[in-house]
């Protein structure tokens, strides 16, 4: 009698469980290279492989929760159905292609910006994420990505802006960043 009220025990935890994970979680069919609050930034297909020489199928979504601040490692069963949701650290991941295309977009219809625009044949660049403390604009919480405004050689950095995507704004126009100093 007490197996079966274990095992029972245990299967409703999971359903809850699984049942918490996908309130927090739009489904996957809804989360695309360009949605929001939450964006897919890549994903892949693989095999995982159980004892008794078992393998199933199942899918690994890296999404961005602008709504959070925060990036999450979901993975997907056959059925669609996320059964595992990770939150990854801050910084990470490395910014999707779409990502550095919204914030180049942010920067070329920055009011700040149009002279230089007008004035110079400007070359973008970057996409690097920055990461400060949390007093600073780019604490823990936003999605911060350095864009570089070159000349048209690319030979000079005419500016250096910092965008924000959760905010979807530039948070430092003019940036410059602090000298590094070793760790003491």
């Not at 905010?167 to 960043?177: G, L, T």
């Amino acid at each position: 009698m007490r197996r079966a009220s274990t095992s029972v025990l245990t299967g409703a935890a999971v359903l809850l469980c699984v049942a918490a994970i996908r309130a927090e979680t739009p489904p996957p069919s809804e989360v695309t290279r360009t949605s929001r609050p939450v964006r897919l930034l890549r994903s892949w297909e693989e095999t995982v492989k159980l004892p008794g020489d078992r393998e199933y199928p199942r899918k690994v979504e890296i999404v961005f929760d602008y709504s959070q601040g925060y990036a999450f490692e979901l993975t997907v069963n056959s059925a669609g159905q996320v059964v595992k949701r990770e939150k990854l650290g801050a910084g990470h991941p490395a910014p999707s292609r779409e990502e550095i295309d919204e914030a180049f977009q942010i920067v070329r219809h920055e009011a700040d910006y149009q002279r230089i625009f007008q004035r110079f044949n400007v070359v973008l660049e970057g996409g690097f994420v920055l990461l400060e403390t949390p007093d600073k604009r780019c604490g823990p919480g936003t999605r911060c990505l350095r864009v570089f405004l070159l000349s048209s050689d690319r030979a000079g950095t005419i500016r250096q802006a910092v965008v924000d995507l959760v905010k979807r704004e530039v948070v430092y126009p003019d940036f410059v960043p602090e000298p590094w100093r070793a760790p003491k």
